[in-house]
DNA sequence: CGCCATCATGAAACCGGTTTCATAAATACA
DNA sequence: TGTATTTATGAAACCGGTTTCATGATGGCG
């Protein structure tokens, strides 16, 4: 493994001139860059990465935190998060924190420890404020998420157009007995669809019930619970919007217990649209978001706020109603 | 952000007296160590992670090599790759190929190029050769996927087996007319669950039907184009092993469109146990791999390997069958 | 022809740890 | 009491790049 002296001595030329042939942008002798390339060529030499970040000071990586590794669509965002970094040459270091904010904390810690030039944070438990003041100090990307104070930094999906576009979905069929089983409201995501959900109603002229929403936390379990709950009311409904699909194939368990035909009795929305939405009968109608193009922003960003750029807030990713078979016209 | 050298002038010792307190394992006089936490303490001192690979030549963090960053099950194996790693105080890198031999091997020096202290690749298209050269040089686990020159720095599970559990409960409920739509025989694990199909088959004196076995590539797709094949023969079949979970899903497709009932005219088994399994209609019976103990066991062998200790090859994990219900008696 | 700007290059300082080696003090042993 | 051994510590070299600053060579211009 040859150092940069080595290489400067077999090309007859000074440690400094390798370095500046190595990175290409100062003025070189184009007689001089042909001797130290072919010295490079010949020694197989490669710059080792500790020296560089230390003299230089910058890493060359960035951090990815994030709650839910295990998460339904995190792979097909690390998936494009990782390609467009790589192709600027910036690896890619991850922590998860599991969704509690003191190992969401220490994930940033850790990676902070690391020196990364920056962060991309997808974490639901880690204060608005920490993030703000995070930002201050480090380039930063929050990965869908909104913070006020930091817009500029946050790549997100409109969320309320989405539970909107599922709402009014089910309103065009004719339904106007709607329920909403939403996700932890102290969620952004959760209160975002349900805003949408309820801006669609008012929109028609119809008076939101507040029975007929029930908080879950976007699990297939609260799903069921919440669904079981809205059967066991009264008040009759004919179509249900899930905060997501893992909540929705709670209800679709539900409903396929008691024998509700699914779309005939009741019509079903999710939102996330996994990969299971296809597969599960009938085949679940849900709203789509474009997270490859959600991740390819955000990494982008990242890599200009990490050569100093400063930039104006971007604008919130539109997601996009997927028909399947889980909605229909309400019986009558 | 102080240098050790000024938490040294504040302890009134040595550069190299900080620096062994911050090891701990040398002897320091407890009074002296005492004034340097102390030090450390008031000065908030972190030590430079760039300058201390510099000088020890160890980064503190191993790479992890993915084909299929959104593959169905890497979620789970990341999670506790990161988890067991952090643990150690290591950071993991991540760089994906995509499935493509160059693009993995570019990963993979990329990631050399980091100088990480250690690689997990869980690559379908690199060669059993490159991995060999690689293991010689740097501290290597192979994860599922059992390379027989390296066989002590591979984590795999036992394909085989599975693919002999899947087959022999069709075989116990009675199917003789049992067809087998493979992965990409060129994958091992694709050619290990069909040899442990026919190993089923034969010990049950039941001749392999070679027109039965139709090799796919892993997709919904193949499964789908293998299972209408199927259909499209005049000879019969009661039952199907799939290569895995969404060749099965295909399959399904397929079926319900013909009108095939499952399990009643046809049974069907998957294999990986991907979340959609349990939500398809009827529930997929499937083999189960213990893919969290597989990481685990990966990132602490890896750990040891960077450590310097040569391990004996450890055994292959078992799969389970998980039974749901697409299985079920033949029709006669 | 002489002066100043430009270009190409090398020497050396620097980044901030780790580690070796030498030394000084303390303890052990004869 | 004198020598051998252990223990604690500091000085300085070292890891391998980057970057600043100085110097020498070239060339343009009045």
């Given at each position: 493994?040859?150092?940069?002296?080595?290489?400067?001595?077999?090309?007859?030329?000074?440690?400094?001139?390798?370095?500046r042939?190595?990175?290409?942008?100062?003025?070189?002798?184009?007689?001089?860059?042909?001797?130290?390339?072919?010295?490079?060529?010949?020694?197989?030499?490669?710059?080792?990465?500790?020296?560089?970040?230390?003299?230089s000071?910058?890493?060359?990586?960035?951090g990815?935190?994030?709650?839910?590794?295990a998460?339904?669509?995190?792979?097909?965002?690390?998936?494009?998060?990782?390609?467009?970094l790589?192709?600027?040459?910036v690896s890619?270091?991850?922590?998860?924190?599991?969704?509690?904010?003191g190992?969401?904390?220490?994930?940033?810690?850790?990676?902070?420890?690391?020196?990364?030039?920056?962060l991309?944070?997808?974490?639901?438990?880690l204060?608005?404020?920490?993030?703000?003041?995070?930002?201050?100090?480090?380039?930063?990307?929050?990965?869908?998420?909104r913070?006020?104070?930091?817009?500029?930094?946050?790549?997100?999906?409109?969320?309320?157009?989405?539970?909107?576009?599922?709402?009014?979905?089910?309103?065009?069929?004719?339904?106007?007995?709607?329920?909403?089983?939403?996700?932890p409201?102290?969620?952004?995501?959760?209160?975002?669809?349900?805003?949408?959900?309820?801006?669609?109603?008012?929109e028609?002229?119809?008076?939101?019930?507040?029975?007929?929403?029930?908080?879950?936390?976007?699990?297939?379990?609260?799903?069921?619970?919440?669904?079981?709950a809205?059967?066991?009311?009264?008040a009759?409904?004919?179509?249900?919007?899930?905060?997501?699909?893992?909540?929705?194939?709670?209800?679709?368990?539900?409903?396929r217990?008691?024998?509700?035909?699914?779309?005939?009795?009741?019509?079903?929305?999710?939102?996330?649209?996994?990969?299971?939405?296809?597969?599960?009968?009938p085949?679940?109608?849900?709203?789509?978001?474009?997270?490859?193009?959600?991740?390819?922003?955000?990494a982008?960003?990242?890599?200009?706020?990490?050569?100093?750029?400063?930039?104006?807030?971007?604008?919130?990713?539109?997601p996009?109603?997927?028909?399947?078979?889980?909605?229909g016209?309400?019986?009558?």
């Amino acid at each position: 493994m040859p150092t940069i002296r080595e290489v400067a001595a077999y090309a007859s030329v000074s440690a400094a001139t390798v370095s500046r042939v190595m990175k290409g942008e100062v003025p070189v002798n184009a007689e001089t860059r042909g001797r130290v390339e072919a010295a490079i060529a010949a020694l197989g030499y490669a710059p080792n990465a500790f020296a560089r970040s230390l003299a230089s000071n910058r890493m060359g990586g960035v951090g990815l935190v994030i709650s839910h590794l295990a998460g339904p669509f995190m792979g097909r965002v690390m998936m494009t998060l990782e390609a467009t970094l790589r192709r600027a040459n910036v690896s890619l270091l991850v922590a998860s924190g599991g969704g509690e904010a003191g190992r969401e904390q220490e994930a940033v810690d850790f990676l902070l420890g690391r020196r990364c030039d920056g962060l991309i944070v997808h974490a639901d438990a880690l204060s608005d404020a920490m993030l703000a003041t995070l930002a201050a100090t480090t380039p930063l990307v929050v990965f869908n998420r909104r913070v006020l104070e930091i817009d500029a930094h946050c790549i997100y999906l409109d969320n309320e157009c989405g539970g909107y576009l599922a709402t009014r979905h089910l309103l065009d069929q004719g339904h106007r007995h709607i329920a909403c089983l939403t996700g932890p409201l102290r969620q952004q995501d959760a209160a975002g669809r349900l805003a949408g959900y309820q801006r669609a109603l008012k929109e028609r002229g119809i008076q939101v019930d507040e029975q007929a929403i029930l908080e879950g936390d976007f699990t297939e379990r609260s799903g069921e619970q919440g669904m079981a709950a809205l059967l066991a009311r009264a008040a009759p409904i004919t179509a249900v919007v899930a905060g997501n699909d893992d909540m929705a194939l709670g209800a679709m368990t539900i409903l396929r217990a008691r024998g509700v035909a699914i779309p005939q009795t009741l019509s079903l929305v999710g939102y996330d649209n996994e990969a299971c939405a296809r597969h599960v009968m009938p085949a679940l109608t849900t709203v789509h978001a474009p997270l490859e193009e959600m991740a390819q922003e955000a990494a982008e960003r990242l890599l200009k706020l990490v050569a100093g750029a400063s930039l104006p807030a971007p604008t919130p990713f539109m997601p996009t109603l997927i028909e399947r078979e889980t909605v229909g016209p309400p019986l009558s």
